[in-house]
């Protein structure tokens, strides 16, 4: 394990979703470093196998440790309910995915025991974010619902079209007819409709950010390893940004969400890895 305190923070996802989870990595640890992946060449990965999702998430973490990380932040659902635990046995580097934190708060938040939880088809479909809300509270109902559509109409841009909105409401209404009083955003892409998602669900249910609880659980994992940069040198660039394919789209996408001037994107062969 690197121990380094100056060390980056590794954080990959299957495309530009991601970007979230390093957003409020940014704004609640702001003296670490990182180095970001989003494999945008391959993206999505919730309607792969967990074969592949597993393959390709070795690749990202196997390109990350030749850029030294000090711990890893699996910034994708998919591949945090399909790789995580494989990885976790077969690296020395502490690592975190995005499922457990956003999980373990929705258990501690619902009042009626209803949670509903939407993301894409891998998703809701690897049964995961169940199987963790019941280790707290084996009553609790998950309603889950893949919102496939969702990804592709925030990677246009279009977060508060017409289309957008009817779209989510066409996947939210289920779930409120079923009355949970606690919903999941099970997929990164889903804080950037927050907004949107708080209009639809109304007031009365309570949004559950697993991109913040990551940042949170990101926090305590650095303390315990003893790894938390307490004061990084000053640099003019302290984030790092990679893709493997469409630097200048993905460019523009970060600089759009991100706290920061996202000033290079580089494009790299993620298959050599």
Sequence with gaps: MNQNKQAPIGVFDSGVGGLTVAREIMRNLPSERIVYFGDTARVPYGSKSKEIVLKYSRQIVRFLQTQEVKAIVVACNTASAMAL??????????????????????????????????????????????????????????????????????????????????????????????????????????????????????????????????????????KEHGIENDGHEEEEFPYRFYVSDAEERFQEFAGSILPYDVRMTKQINIEEY
């Design 85 to 222: 635990e494989t990885i976790r046995e077969e690296i020395d580097i502490p690592i975190i995915g995005v499922v457990k934190p956003g999980a373990k708060v929705a258990a501690r938040t619902t009042r009626n025991k209803k949670i509903g939880l939407i993301g894409t088809r891998g998703t809701v479909n690897s049964e995961l974010y169940p199987a963790i809300i019941h280790e707290y509270d084996p009553r609790i109902q998950v309603i889950g619902q893949a919102c496939p559509l969702l990804v592709p109409l925030v990677e246009e841009g279009w977060l508060k079209d017409e289309v957008t909105v009817e779209v989510t409401k066409r996947y939210l209404d289920p779930l409120l007819e079923q009355g949970v009083d606690t919903l999941i955003l099970g997929c990164t892409h889903y804080p950037l409709l927050r907004s949107l998602m708080r209009q639809v669900a109304g007031e009365s249910v309570t949004l559950v950010n697993p991109a913040y609880e990551t940042a949170r659980a990101l926090r305590e994992l650095l």
